[in-house]
């Protein structure tokens, strides 16, 4: 599923493609991706040019000349392909939007476009946690939030309340990084440990943001950068496989009903403190 990473990629490298063009054809092929009709949706959009792309969580925002906003909410199976008119995109598209010689597909079945005033986008992003990447996710503000938070870090980190953007590959290899148990209380963590959790978070964001995520779907034709990031995870989705060339082999438990991958050997209920 599209995190951070994978949004914040689409963010930076979609601009030389779709900004200040004005938008030709629009095909909207679900008609439950949006919350308007298919003409209503086309003509909202045609003629309208994009100004620049904002991205909170994982939404990516398109903002159009008109001052109004399209968000876009890629589903589980989403993603986005970039690429000449007339070209075939790698699935089965819900949505085309043709900019100037270029068209952007946005793919998965439960992939959400919504036509926004800026009020109306207010009102939808309220409901999240700050971004990891904001000025407003500071160390301070981020150890303060954890205070008033209870529960399993994964949990916490997934939640979309306390920080937004963050879902299970990540959260997991947050935890690795900061050399954290998924399961740990968050209220039971100490001032070090909340201090490295902020670091490995914004640590792996990055990283995994400038390798191009986990995605595999190419976002224009010959990406060699897209997906960039999926070799470089340690422990999702690798049980029975050395966290590192040299350490233990990881293994899953379970957080609040959902699959957690952990390394028993590299990770503690606090952060150790070594002299």
């Not at 819900?94 to 793919?107: F, K």
Request: aromatic fraction near 8%; glycine fraction near 10%; charged fraction near 25%.
């Amino acid at each position: 599923m599209p995190e951070l990473p994978e949004i914040e990629h689409y963010r930076r490298q979609l601009g030389q493609w779709i900004l200040d063009r004005p938008i030709g054809r629009v095909q909207l092929n679900n008609a439950g991706s949006t919350d308007v009709s298919p003409e209503e949706f086309s003509e909202a959009l045609t003629g309208r040019s994009i100004l620049f792309l904002e991205r909170r969580g994982t939404f990516l925002i398109l903002h159009l000349d008109n001052g109004h906003r399209l968000l876009i909410a890629l589903a589980k199976d989403g993603a986005l392909h970039c690429g000449e008119a007339g070209a075939k995109p790698p699935f089965a598209a819900q949505a085309e939007l043709e900019l100037g010689d270029r068209t952007l597909w946005i793919g998965g079945r439960g992939s959400v476009l919504r036509l926004l005033t800026v009020r109306g986008l207010d009102d939808v992003l309220k409901a999240l946690g700050g971004d990891p990447f904001s000025r407003q996710v500071t160390p301070e503000s981020f150890a303060k939030l954890f205070k008033k938070r209870r529960g399993a870090l994964r949990s916490t980190l997934t939640g979309q309340k306390t920080v937004s953007g963050i879902g299970p590959r990540y959260a997991d290899e947050i935890a690795f990084a900061a050399g954290l148990l998924p399961s740990v209380k968050v209220q039971d963590l100490n001032d070090e440990s909340v201090a490295r959790l902020y670091e490995a978070m914004q640590r792996i964001l990055l990283e995994a943001s400038d390798a191009g995520g986990c995605l595999q779907t190419p976002l224009y034709e010959g990406d060699t950068l897209t997906g960039g990031y999926l070799n470089q995870c340690r422990v999702y989705e690798r049980e029975g496989q050395p966290c590192t060339p040299e350490g233990a082999k990881v293994e899953k438990m379970d957080v609040s009903g959902k699959k957690a991958y952990y390394c028993p050997q590299c990770q503690y209920e606090q952060t150790p403190v070594f002299s």
